[in-house]
């Protein structure tokens, strides 16, 4: 018995993709194993790490929940699409700056869905609890961070 497939459009990053892929794919593994999109982390494999955090028409999505087709017709963001023209978001630099990444595993979910936050407006001390609180960091205590995410909204960070 053959696995029954669909063929999935979606912007990613900008860009029109499409492919066929079997329906029980997740969008985690089509971004990693089709597209070659490598930011998005596999951690728990249940929703929980936030690792696989990516941005669905600009709201942070679990990619290890989501099936592939359910992305059809839809705008995906992964962490590749952060730094543009070789310059990195506001940020990703402001993570650079106040050491708010160790192995980097967590990193690309923590940006993304704190990116999400920043473009929504949501206030600092909201980003810190709430949005962060979504997300497992085993290496760095949160407190660089924490740090980052005050320093972007500090320096007034253009929304993007």
Known sequence: MSEETRTVTAVVNGAETTAEVPVRTL????????LGLTGTHVGCEQGVCG?????VD??????????????AGRQVETV??????GELSSFQQA???????????????????????????????ETETEVLGGHVCR??????????????????????
């Open 95 to 125: 993570m650079k700056d106040e050491h708010g990444l160790q192995c980097g595993f967590c990193t690309p979910g923590i940006l993304m869905s704190v990116t999400a936050a920043e473009r929504h407006g949501k206030a600092v001390e």
């Open 27 to 34: 969008l985690s593994d089509f971004l990693r194993h089709d």
């Open 58 to 71: 600009g709201e942070p999505i679990r990619a290890c929940l989501m099936f592939a087709v359910q992305a």
């Open 139 to 160: 290496c760095t205590g949160y407190v660089g961070i924490r740090s980052a995410i005050r320093r972007c909204w500090s320096e007034g960070a253009t929304r993007a």
């Open 51 to 55: 690792a696989c955090t990516v941005l």
């Open 80 to 85: 590749e699409s952060l730094a543009q023209g």
